[in-house]
């Protein structure tokens, strides 16, 4: 079964940092762009961060932009999220997600999904 | 503040439709086809449910449609079941500083 798998959340002071980590199985991770999407406690879904199969294209949302950076590591099958400046409104469960086959890349359309892995910045 | 729009909640009976409205601008749902439409359920991952506004993915029930017009688009449910409870989100591509944005989500109730 094609699986994402998210570790590295946990509970971080504001200002400090954490890296996130998603691991991809049973599929060719390196022809896929990936994202992150989290979720706070009780509200709405926020895509914050895309990038390319060989990384030459990254985006991010505007808060998240300046602090947070995305990678890959395509021999290791593996995505990160790399967070500095952490705010509380950063507490969130941080999903990683993979783009639809026959989707348009504009699309928006995640169809394989992490189980989330859970930030929380509070001091 | 999402930057599109839906209701907060809509519910339905057993059997009946339901349709959930994602409102947008010029700068994103007016202007492109690629909206797509998820199905959240408590502690669950979203789920793909309508993509590229229209489209279906393998698996999921006919009974889900997608459609558009102007700077809004639409999630149908037909033949609503116990089961469709759950949120609704719908997202869509930006041409402003975001690659893309979500709608506030829709908590379906089936009464």
């Known amino acids: 079964e094609v699986q994402l798998v998210e570790s590295g959340g946990g509970l971080v002071q504001p200002g400090g940092s954490l890296r996130l980590s998603c691991a991809a199985s049973r599929f060719t991770f390196s022809t896929y762009a990936m994202n992150w999407v989290r979720q706070a406690p009780g509200k709405g879904l926020e895509w914050i961060s895309y990038i390319s199969r060989s990384s030459s294209a990254i985006y991010y949302a505007d808060s998240v932009k300046g602090r947070f950076t995305i990678s890959r590591d395509n021999a290791k099958n593996s995505l990160y999220l790399q967070m500095n400046s952490l705010r509380a409104e950063d507490t969130a469960l941080y999903y990683c997600a993979r783009p639809a086959d026959g989707a348009h890349f504009n699309g928006g359309a995640f169809d394989i999904w992490g189980q989330g892995t859970m930030v929380t910045v509070s001091s | 503040q999402s930057a599109l729009t839906q209701p907060a909640s809509v519910s339905g009976s057993p059997g009946q439709s339901i349709t959930i409205s994602c409102t947008g601008t010029?700068?994103?749902?007016?202007?492109?086809?690629?909206v797509s439409w998820y199905q959240q359920h408590p502690g669950k991952a979203p789920k793909l449910m309508i993509y590229?506004?229209?489209n279906r993915p393998s698996g999921v029930s006919n009974r889900f449609s997608g459609s558009k017009s102007g700077n809004t688009a639409s999630l149908t449910i037909s033949g609503l079941q116990a089961e469709d409870e759950a949120d609704y989100y719908c997202?869509?591509?930006?041409?402003?500083?975001?690659?893309?944005?979500f709608g506030g989500g829709t908590k379906l109730t089936v009464l």
């Open positions: 010029s700068s994103d749902v007016g202007s492109y086809n690629y």
């Open positions: 590229d506004v229209t």
């Open positions: 997202i869509s591509y930006t041409t402003t500083t975001t690659l893309w944005v």
